[in-house]
């Protein structure tokens, strides 16, 4: 694989989808060394998914760099020189991994053809990536407390991020201020979330789809309306099947509101 077709595929892929010691990812010495740079983001990606099982295995207190180390196959003078220690090389991890489950969700929601499909869509997309990431899921939600305030300061600002997808939410009732209503409906997501990963059921995920979708459409829509709007969403193409049609220059479906984040 060549140095640029392994680095676009890192960007799509959960810390921890690899283990550290991917035999695809040794770095041969000799002539034909690879260059600085590429080593080094080779490193950097081995550590990560190394830090990810270590963390989910033992637990953020009681991993240590050196485990970490061990799990990548990467000297701890390298890890020194990439991370200045493991709270850093938690939040790096952290940080890469959810900016690619917002990123899958953002794509997801961008193609759908209205708000209540695409809400759908980007739920379906963040449960089956974690489900498929026990490890990153484990790290990423159940872990990150025990990071301390650097951790929690972490998941504020990551929970204001999914506001972008409830951007034209439908007018609700005076006195009810529209963030307010956001951000309890992406915390009582990410509370079910941690319960499930917390229990052992990380690969069960999926099967909440149904319960999100409405327990975040419902507030906005009505309980009976937004369970009568998701009934008529379209399911997905199958996998080889036509590409979902572009919204681009048609209204919303069923009444819905249009797509939220903008400028996807």
Request: hydrophobic letters at 40%; charged letters at 20%; a neutral charge.
């Amino acid at each position: 694989m060549k140095p640029e077709s392994a680095t676009r595929r890192a960007d799509v892929l959960l810390p921890g989808a690899r283990t550290g010691r991917d035999p695809a990812r040794s770095i041969k010495r000799g002539p034909s060394r690879l260059p600085p740079d590429v080593v080094a983001a080779t490193q950097r990606e081995r550590l990560l998914d190394g830090l990810v099982h270590t963390v989910a295995q033992h637990g953020y207190q009681r991993a240590t760099v050196s485990d970490i180390c061990r799990a990548a196959g990467v000297t701890r003078p390298v890890f020194y020189e990439l991370f200045t220690g493991k709270e850093d090389a938690f939040l790096a991890a952290h940080r890469h991994g959810t900016g690619v489950v917002i990123r899958r969700m953002a794509a997801a929601f961008a193609v759908a053809p209205d708000w209540c499909t695409g809400i759908r869509e980007a739920l379906r997309a963040m449960l089956e990536l974690l489900a498929g990431v026990p490890a990153f899921a484990t790290m990423a939600v159940i872990e990150l407390d025990a990071v301390g305030p650097a951790g929690r300061r972490e998941r504020d600002q990551l929970l204001t991020r999914f506001r972008a997808f409830f951007a034209e939410v439908p007018q609700l009732p005076d006195g009810v201020a529209a963030e307010a209503m956001v951000d309890a409906v992406v915390g009582g997501v990410y509370s079910m979330l941690q319960r499930c990963i917390d229990a052992g059921r990380t690969e069960e995920l999926p099967s909440l789809l149904p319960t999100l979708s409405l327990f975040c459409l419902a507030p906005f829509l009505g309980p009976e309306e937004a369970a009568r709007r998701l009934a008529a969403v379209p399911a997905p193409p199958e996998p080889g099947g036509p590409e979902p049609s572009s919204p681009t220059g048609s209204g919303p479906v069923g009444g819905c509101p249009g797509p939220g984040p903008s400028g996807r």
